[in-house]
């Protein structure tokens, strides 16, 4: 692995659209934190960003050789800056970064997903990442309730009701008593779980690791994930894209879920085939979904999820980005602090 300079200046840069996080006053009171860490810290702010639907290119293993034909040319600033710097932080990251950045020793990612960060060619440079996992945590658990109570009231069905003037009472049901199943159960669902508490439902989850958790009536290791979905009235997905996780909800996976339930997504959008829960929307076997994100993004106009029945979908927005800015800050000082210190970093991928 890289390591930090054992003498001269540390250059960290911050890569990502300022106005993001805060503007320009936000990211000069972040450097002046990260700055009163050690002396030898310099900050530089030079964006680095490819957009949307590119980061989503280098996220899907098919797309990476069309991502890399079409990547943006660095500028004479961007190319001077990545000659000097040890530390980033990041949405985004030009190919080759090994050889673009000889002294680039860390990456702190700006998401809890890092798909398109990683094909940068961090691993073979031994370059390390971390991830910004449990930033937007709690803002997206408020969304996923939102989504749910939303459907069960049938808040929809009585705005439409105001919208015609007509008084056509539209009566709910109640969560208490419900199944409730989490795949994955990282920060986010985590999340989700403790405020689901509140209305009396059984919660349960799927994830690779089996270690009990308390608050979970039942916990399934990812070979019984059908089984899970068989119990649950609502399955909350919040996993970050790995190859074991793409495709991983086909149409197999919703055949698998109980008749009339419901499926929110707030993780990646390569975990669904899409076409798979369009058809399980189209025949009735699902209520209703909920997605927040897209296997591409941003969707195209003609895309079928725009049209499926019962299906919500918001547009990888269901984060509170003022929050998340100060979590996310944060995290990067705390990991800049432990970096220099020598101690282990927060979230490191792969770790």
């Not at 390591?3 to 960290?12: E, N």
């Not at 990476?64 to 040319?73: D, F, G, I, K, Q």
């Not at 000889?102 to 998401?111: K, S």
């Not at 909920?290 to 029945?309: F, G, I, K, N, R």
Request: glycine content about 10%; aromatic content about 6%; proline content about 7%.
């Amino acid at each position: 692995m890289r390591t930090l300079p054992a003498d001269g200046p540390i250059v960290l840069a911050v890569l990502y659209p300022t106005a993001w996080m805060g503007g320009d006053a936000a990211i000069a009171e972040v450097a002046a934190t990260l700055e009163a860490i050690d002396p030898r810290i310099e900050v530089l702010v030079e964006t680095y960003e490819e957009g949307q639907y590119q980061r989503t290119l280098r996220g899907s293993p098919e797309g990476t050789e069309e991502a890399r034909s079409t990547a943006p040319e660095l500028t004479d600033a961007q190319r001077a800056m990545f000659g000097r710097v040890h530390g980033v932080i990041a949405i985004d990251l030009p190919f080759d970064i090994g050889t673009l950045a000889p002294d680039l020793a860390w990456v702190q990612g700006v998401g809890a997903g890092t798909a398109q960060l990683e094909t940068a060619g961090l691993a073979d440079a031994g370059i390390l990442l971390t991830s910004a996992a449990g930033t937007n945590a709690v803002g997206i658990a408020e969304f996923v309730v939102g989504r749910i109570i939303e459907e069960r009231k049938r808040f929809p069905q009585m705005h439409e009701s105001q919208q015609r003037h007509a008084w056509e009472p539209q009566y709910g049901v109640e969560l208490a008593g419900t199944t409730m199943g989490l795949i994955g159960y990282g920060a986010i669902n985590a999340n989700v779980a403790r405020r689901l508490a509140a209305f009396d439902v059984t919660l349960i989850a799927c994830r690779r690791s089996t270690t009990p958790v308390p608050e979970l009536a039942a916990l399934y290791p990812t070979e019984r994930l059908h089984e899970m979905l068989g119990r649950c009235d609502t399955v909350i997905a919040a996993v970050p894209e790995t190859p074991e996780t793409i495709g991983m909800m086909d149409a197999a996976a919703f055949a698998a879920m109980t008749p009339g339930s419901f499926f929110v997504n707030v993780g990646r959008g390569t975990l669904v085939d899409e076409p798979a829960l369009i058809d399980a929307l189209a025949h009735g076997h699902l209520r209703g979904a909920a997605l927040d994100v897209a296997s591409q993004e941003p969707l195209p106009p003609d895309h079928p999820l725009w049209d499926a029945p019962n299906l919500t979908m918001s547009y990888h927005c269901s984060t509170s980005p003022g929050a998340m800015a100060g979590n996310l800050h944060r995290l990067w000082a705390d990991n800049v602090r432990r970096w220099v210190a020598g101690e282990e970093l927060v979230n490191v991928v792969g770790g």
